[in-house]
């Protein structure tokens, strides 16, 4: 029955998203890229990093990683408009500048880190042994799509998205369906929830949740999507697609804290795969398809945004399909001397900074002082993250 249901979910919803309405609007082709680079790696790396951190109360840590997406996507949103308006301070253009830049290094982090989560996944599904084989795949991940850039430009970047993000989408509507099942099968049998405390509390869990940030990243690739969309519909794209990875990461976080048993040994890049194993057969082989489709979107969608970034950055002295080129050579360093998880750490630091100067940018362009208060403080949120988040040991 769970394999049925599995399959009858991810089915319906993969039918949603080619349903023509939906696939041709404008404001969903819009929201894709932001939503493949925020919900890229959370339904993977989450899950166990929080679970095992936090036990019963990953939903909260989660819910506070959401609300900081929310608070900074307040800032971005007011950028853009005040950027549209053409009437920016000449502080706002200087922070805007240098924050510009901050965000072209923390992309080329990025697209490593995705890139080599879709290597270690890549790897389990093949029989070598090689240390280095996840190292090798995400190098002909990278090459692939440099190319792709180009030869055919963002819209053809955008359009792998598109299907990437439907092949994820349906697999975790099949994945939270078997969780709040085996939540009610547990309740229905009597066993009751499992109450597993957490293993970090008092700054340290908040430091932990402060170096995490990056896994929520990727609201903020519409402000330099101005070439394609206009500020309105970048404004709603953005803001549906932190409502739906908000509603995705919260139905997933809730169940899975309360029927699994944390494992005591350290977190892998793959654990989610033998979690969700061990609740129901299929639910392996299709994350293992999610979890190539999710970093590959990811990695789309940030490498779509750096290309307009650098471009903006260099007036069109450096293209975006250049940039594509730029980015492709610091992850690929990346990619041969850190791991995954120093990585996310690296990334969460470089978005928190990114993330600091937006804020500080919003607070001296707010026309009131409620607005510059509130941005004010996300600025020193922002730098508090940056100085003292934490990476997963």
Not at 31 to 57: D, E, K, Q, R
């Amino acid at each position: 029955m769970q394999t049925v249901l599995i399959l009858i979910i991810a089915l319906a919803v993969a039918g949603l998203l080619i349903w023509p309405p939906l696939a041709k609007s404008t404001l969903w082709r819009a929201a894709v890229t932001p939503l493949a680079s925020i919900i890229g790696s959370g339904f993977l790396v989450l899950g166990p990093v929080l679970h095992h951190a936090f036990g019963a109360y990953a939903a909260l840590a989660m819910a506070v990683l959401c609300a900081l997406a929310w608070g900074f996507s307040r800032a971005i949103a007011h950028n853009i408009l005040r950027l549209a308006e053409g009437s920016r301070r000449p502080i706002e253009i200087w922070l805007d500048r240098a924050a510009s830049w901050a965000l072209a290094f923390a992309y080329m982090v990025s697209v490593a880190y995705y890139l080599n989560l879709f290597g270690a996944f890549a790897a389990r599904l093949t029989p070598v042994t090689d240390p280095h084989a996840a190292r090798w795949i995400t190098t002909a991940a990278l090459g692939f799509i440099v190319i792709l850039g180009l030869a055919r430009g963002f819209h053809a970047l955008e359009r792998v998205e598109q299907i990437s993000v439907g092949i994820k989408l349906a697999v975790i509507a099949g994945l939270l369906g078997a969780l709040w099942l085996a939540l009610y099968t547990d309740m229905l049998d009597g066993q009751g929830v499992i109450q597993t405390p957490a293993t970090e509390t008092g700054p340290a869990a908040l430091f932990l949740v402060f170096g995490l940030i990056v896994t929520v990243q990727g609201f903020e690739t519409v402000r330099y999507m101005g070439a394609e969309y206009d500020p309105a519909l970048r404004i709603r794209a953005m803001h549906m697609a932190l409502l739906i990875a908000t509603l995705i990461y919260m139905a997933y976080l809730l169940p899975l804290s309360l029927i699994f048993t944390p494992d005591p040994q350290a977190v892998s890049e793959t654990a989610i795969i033998d979690m969700m194993g061990r609740l129901a057969p299929i639910l392996a082989p299709l994350l293992m398809i999610a979890a190539l489709s999710a970093q590959f979107s990811a990695a789309l969608a940030d490498t779509g945004g750096s290309g307009g970034l650098l471009a903006e950055l260099t007036r069109d002295r450096i293209g975006a399909r250049h940039g594509y080129v730029i980015l492709g050579a610091v992850a690929l360093i990346l990619t041969w001397v850190g791991d995954v998880f120093s990585i996310i750490g690296y990334a969460s630091r470089a978005f928190a900074f990114y993330y600091t100067l937006q804020a500080a940018i919003a607070a001296a362009g707010a026309g009131n002082w409620p607005k510059r208060l509130f941005f004010f403080a996300m600025a020193l949120l922002g730098g508090a993250i940056t100085l003292f988040g934490t990476s997963v040991e």
